[in-house]
C-alpha cells in the first residue's frame, strides 16, 4: 500500500483548523469587553408630577442658558444626547438666551433625533427684542417666533417672563395667555420674576376663568435663599405651585471648580463668579465638599440634593457646558442628605 504524504498532512491540517477558533470579523469586540448597557436608562423611572396636572418630568430640568452664547450647536446636542440618556426629558430654554440662538439650537436637536413628544419642553417668553415683553400682541408673536425657531407647534411650560415687562397689566396678559391655551401653543403656565402679591392676584383671576400659574421659576440655591425664603415661598406654598428653581449652582460657583478670582477672568461669567469667592462662599464649598466625600459624590451634586430636599422644589434648572457636567448633576438626584449634613451646608452658607 502505497503511502501519500501529502494527504495525510492535508488530513492533519483538516483536522486542526477545525479545532482552531474562527479568526473574529473585522470591528468584532473582544469577548472580554464590557457588555454595553441596553435599553433605557435606569433615570427613565424617575419621574414626578410638575403641579397641579402637570406632566410626568425628571427632577433635574436642563437648561439652555449657554447654548448659543458659551456652547456651539455640536457640543450642545452632545449636552442633550448625555441628559436623556441618562432619564432626563425636560429641556428649558428663553427667547432671551442668545437672541434666540438657544431655542434654535434645541429645536434642530428636537427635530434631529425625533424625540419631541418625548420631551417636556418650557420656555421663558418676554425677554426677546424683537417682541418685548408681555403685552397681548408682543407675547403672541413672541410665541409664535418660539414656536418656529423650535420647530414644534406647542410649548409645553410657558413660562411667563416678568422681569422682562413689569408694566403690562397682569389681566391682560393672562387673557393672552388663555387664548394661546385654547389654541394649542401651550399646554401650562408658569411664572418667572413675579412677585408674591402678584401671584396672589394671578390666582384671583384664575377663580374668573384665567389660566391657573401652576409652575414658577425663582433664582434659588444655597447662597441664594433671601429671594425664596420669604412672602414668595409662602404664597407658592398655599397655591400647590411646583417651583423650578434656576441658577442652581450659581453660575457654576457651587461645582467647586471656581474658588480663585484669578481662574475667573474679567468676562460676564468671571464677574459672577467672583461675586462668590469669599470666606461664605469658601465654607460653602468646603462643606459640599465634606458631604460630596461621604457619600462619594461631587460638589454639583450635593448642592441639586440639597435644593431637591427643600419643600416645593420639584425640579433644579440646571445648565452645562460639558456632558460630563450634567452627569455630575444627575447624581444629586439619588443622593438623600440627612437633617446633619443639611444643617451643615445651611450653616456654612449664612
Known amino acids: ?63 439652555g442658558g449657554e447654548f448659543g452664547w458659551n456652547v456651539d450647536l455640536e457640543s450642545s446636542h452632545d449636552i442633550l444626547d448625555t441628559y436623556v440618556e441618562l432619564g432626563g426629558n425636560m429641556v428649558h430654554s428663553s427667547d432671551g438666551y442668545a437672541g434666540g440662538r438657544s431655542e434654535h439650537i434645541i429645536g434642530q436637536w428636537l427635530h434631529s433625533r425625533g ?94 376663568g384665567y389660566p391657573r400659574i401652576t409652575v414658577l421659576d425663582v433664582p434659588y440655591n444655597v447662597l441664594r435663599r433671601h429671594e425664596f425664603d420669604a412672602d414668595l415661598k409662602l404664597v407658592a406654598g398655599a397655591q400647590g ?30 464677574a459672577q463668579l467672583a461675586a462668590n469667592i469669599n470666606r461664605r462662599g469658601s465654607r460653602t464649598l468646603r462643606a459640599l465638599d465634606a458631604v460630596g466625600a461621604e457619600l462619594g459624590v461631587p460638589d454639583a451634586a450635593v448642592a441639586v440634593a440639597w435644593l431637591l430636599a427643600q419643600k416645593q422644589v420639584v425640579a433644579p434648572i440646571v445648565n452645562a457646558f460639558a456632558p460630563h457636567h450634567v452627569e455630575e448633576m444627575v447624581q444629586g438626584v439619588g443622593v438623600q442628605l440627612n437633617r446633619a449634613q443639611l444643617a451643615e451646608i445651611a450653616r456654612a452658607a449664612q
Not at 500500500?1 to 483548523?17: G, I, S, W
Not at 433605557?40 to 410626568?56: C, F, K
Not at 395667555?177 to 399646554?187: D, F, I, P, Q, Y
Not at 417651583?243 to 467647586?256: I, K, N, Q
Open 1 to 63: 500500500m502505497a503511502f501519500d504524504a501529502d494527504a495525510t498532512l492535508t488530513q492533519h491540517e483538516t483536522r486542526a483548523d477545525a479545532a482552531a477558533p474562527a479568526a473574529p470579523a473585522p470591528g468584532t469586540p473582544h469577548p472580554s469587553a464590557p457588555i454595553p448597557v441596553q435599553g433605557p436608562g435606569v433615570g427613565n423611572d424617575v419621574r414626578v408630577t410638575l403641579g397641579e396636572g402637570g406632566p410626568p418630568v425628571f427632577p433635574l430640568v436642563l437648561g
Open 115 to 208: 424625540l419631541r413628544d418625548d420631551v417636556v419642553l418650557a420656555d421663558r417668553i418676554g425677554a426677546n427684542p424683537d417682541n418685548p415683553g408681555l403685552g397681548p400682541v408682543n407675547l403672541v408673536r413672541a410665541v409664535e417666533a418660539s414656536l418656529t425657531r423650535l420647530r414644534t407647534d406647542r410649548i409645553d411650560v410657558l413660562y411667563l417672563d416678568a422681569v422682562a415687562d413689569s408694566t403690562t397689566a397682569l389681566e391682560d396678559t393672562l387673557a393672552t395667555a388663555e387664548w394661546l391655551v385654547e389654541a394649542g401653543k401651550v399646554r401650562i403656565v408658569g411664572a418667572a420674576g413675579y412677585t408674591a402679591a402678584q401671584l396672589v392676584e394671578a390666582r384671583i383671576f384664575a377663580s374668573a
Open 241 to 270: 405651585m411646583a417651583v423650578t428653581p434656576s441658577h442652581a449652582l450659581e453660575h457654576g460657583f457651587l461645582s467647586g471648580r471656581h474658588r480663585t478670582k484669578g481662574r475667573s477672568g474679567f468676562s460676564v461669567r468671571g
